[in-house]
């Protein structure tokens, strides 16, 4: 097989373009019923999964808490006229409810992201080290079965439950490192964009279909069968995934040839053969990578500020109830999902068909992702009580984010394919920071629920993606980094 020696001339050309050479020599395996499409749809119902695990207990919480006490305080301080709802029998439950205040509700809600943090860049490194289908397997099978759990443990108060959720949270936390990965090893670079988006579009549908369904298994049944149905459907997927992953294509023994030496030569330029050895001061000194840091966390603080208090905001400012329009609050991220799939497509059939350069579809769609959304947010906050406005604002502002899906999101396998999973480690860990963070300042500010105070929260939202998208700008790259490939190949940067 051909060899591209290290002295070319042409080191500021698009690592792609030596890709889309080789390829035409090699014939592209077919997308229908292949095995890496097939990992894309695994990997997709193995995301639904870890989302539906994080964003179940926010609705269970609901119907665990004793508050037969309170009668619909929220319809009655919300700033602007209450929706009516049509009430509904309420059945007999027979679980049990706690007497949690506030602040024991707040860090029984928050504890996950404590345990997701410990595990990002150690994720990325064990997956290297060891393979990534048993870390990403075994990272969500022991989020199921703590989520199995959960009931017993909160029987036994919230400090056990508190437990078994940074447990929760240290499981899911080396799953995108493990995926990120598997894919440096199974993407061909000119279908990234496609299957990466069709991967990770399972986190979107994990939360827009657990929040009204886990509502609905807590009316019909109750709060404990939330855990129950979710943890049984993750470990149906835990069994596909033992029988049908495999780590690489050269080890899949049901892969066609032709499918096996298409992937496997369209990476052979990027990946390092180094292995074991992982240029640490170079990744951590990469500009490129920081560019990615910045952009990640500055998205990641409008997406958690959503994610966390769009069910408040819509309360206690617009009069919905939450509990009672579960599609309402799924609605911003089912337009997430369908943009990321459809960004996907478009990312790359601009690298591959019109020839656009790696880095200027990256920093485009980045772009969109990130001032869309910020520009949407802020408009949300001026549409008063135009529930209309502010429900299609916001629905808007959290669809165009899911563009971004197609730029920086995916970059760290442009710049370092062998090590995707560790720099996805590194991204993610400081992303993770706004969750716990973001919303805690986005609730100091609002202690009046008054408009101008969300206002504020929409506009700081708004000021760091814009930063974030200025700084990815200026300093993301598209090429593979000189440090992230063995220097007996070239390299595009």
Known sequence: MERYESDTEGEEQETPLLHRGHEDKVQRAPACCSSRYGLALLSCFGFFVVYSLRVNLSVAMVDMLNNTHQSNPNHSSSVCPAHA?????????????????????????????????????????????????????????????????????????????????????????????????????????????????????????????????????????????????????????????????????????RISERERIYITTSLKNELSTSAGFIPWRAIVTSTPLWAIVVAHFSYNWTFYTLLTLLPTYMNNILGFSIQENGMLSALPYMGCAVMAVLSGQLADYLRETCLYPTVRVRKSFSLIGMIGPAVFLVAAGYTGCNYTLAVTFLTISSSLGGVSASGFNINHLDIAPSYAGILLGITNTFATIPGMVGPVIARLLTKHNTIEEWQAVFYIAAAINLFGAVFYTVFGQGTVQPWAVHTSFSHGD
């Open 85 to 253: 709802n049509p009430s509904r029998p309420k059945h007999n439950h027979t679980a049990s409810v706690y007497n949690w205040d506030s602040e024991t509700q707040g860090w029984i809600l928050g504890s996950f992201f404590y345990g997701y943090i410990l595990t990002q860049i150690p994720g990325g490194y064990l997956a290297g080290r060891y393979g990534p289908k048993w870390l990403m397997g075994f990272g969500i099978l022991g989020t199921v079965i703590f989520t199995l759990l959960t009931p017993v443990a909160a029987d036994l108060g919230a400090s056990y439950l508190i437990a078994v959720r940074v447990l929760e949270g240290i499981g899911e936390g080396v799953t995108f490192p493990a995926m990120y990965t598997m894919w440096a090893a199974w993407a061909p670079p000119l279908e990234r964009s496609r299957l990466l988006t069709i991967s990770y579009i399972g986190a979107q549908l994990g939360t827009v279909i657990s929040l009204p369904l886990s509502g609905e298994i807590c009316f019909y049944l109750d709060w404990t069968y939330v855990f129950y149905i979710f943890g049984a459907v993750g470990l149906v997927w835990f069994v596909l995934w033992t029988f049908l992953v495999f780590d690489s294509p050269n080890t899949h023994p």
